[in-house]
T-cell receptor, first 111, second 113 residues
Framework: RKEVEQDPGPFNVPEGATVAFNCTYSNSASQSFFWYRQDCRKEPKLLMSVYSSGNEDGRFTAQLNRASQYISLLIRDSKLSDSATYLC????????????FGTGTRLTIIP | DVKVTQSSRYLVKRTGEKVFLECVQDMDHENMFWYRQDPGLGLRLIYFSYDVKMKEKGDIPEGYSVSREKKERFSLILESASTNQTSMYLCASLGGLRTDTQYFGPGTRLTVL
């Protein structure tokens, strides 16, 4: 089983719709969770950190479910500029800054 | 704003050549990382360094070495490039004990012929 698993997509979603991605992780002791965004031919950039029960930033909401070992990302009122690959990232070890990346979920917002 | 730069955006080398990829960060970060990114495999950690002259192997160190002589600079070395090392190489830096964010450079797309 992969340490971090994501549905690769692609998700093709009309502009204005709500879209949600899930990501599962295998190490129950994992401490920190993140969503990164990667545009085509660009480097990954942090979108959101996910702590305890989750957090919200504008149209983006991230949720953590420790019991089921998954995190989710919800995007409301999607914009064309949301088209990107979304990487689920887990820090499996407290105090160790190594990160484990999922392979990413590709999202395309359709006009 | 943190800036991470990489020496080349695109590089083409021949099998057997020695290849140097350089990464520089301007935020005095202790931790630096080298990844490669391949379709369907995501980002995989090659090596990382948590201080000058300190290095640790990541998940796929075979065929690579690294050098960290100065805090701001972390170099990835391919001693004898092979075609299966054709990939996108991404450098990242991270600072502070509990800082969460890894800042990435723009990447180097390396093609080995």
């Amino acid at each position: 089983r992969k340490e971090v698993e994501q549905d690769p997509g692609p998700f093709n979603v009309p502009e204005g719709a709500t879209v949600a991605f899930n990501c599962t992780y295998s190490n129950s002791a994992s401490q920190s969770f993140f969503w990164y965004r990667q545009d085509c031919r660009k480097e990954p950039k942090l979108l959101m950190s996910v702590y305890s029960s989750g957090n919200e930033d504008g149209r983006f909401t991230a949720q953590l479910n420790r019991a089921s070992q998954y995190i989710s990302l919800l995007i409301r009122d999607s914009k064309l500029s949301d088209s990107a690959t979304y990487l689920c990232v887990v820090n499996p070890n407290f105090g160790n800054e190594k990160l484990t990346f999922g392979t990413g979920t590709r999202l395309t917002i359709i006009p | 704003d943190v800036k991470v730069t990489q020496s080349s955006r695109y590089l083409v080398k021949r099998t057997g050549e020695k290849v140097f990829l350089e990464c520089v960060q301007d935020m005095d970060h202790e931790n630096m990382f080298w990844y490669r990114q391949d379709p369907g495999l995501g980002l995989r950690l090659i090596y990382f360094s948590y201080d000058v002259k300190m290095k640790e192997k990541g998940d796929i160190p075979e065929g690579y070495s690294v050098s960290r002589e100065k805090k701001e600079r972390f170099s990835l070395i391919l001693e004898s490039a092979s075609t299966n090392q054709t990939s996108m190489y991404l450098c990242a830096s991270l600072g502070g004990l509990r800082t969460d964010t890894q800042y990435f450079g723009p990447g180097t797309r390396l093609t080995v012929l």
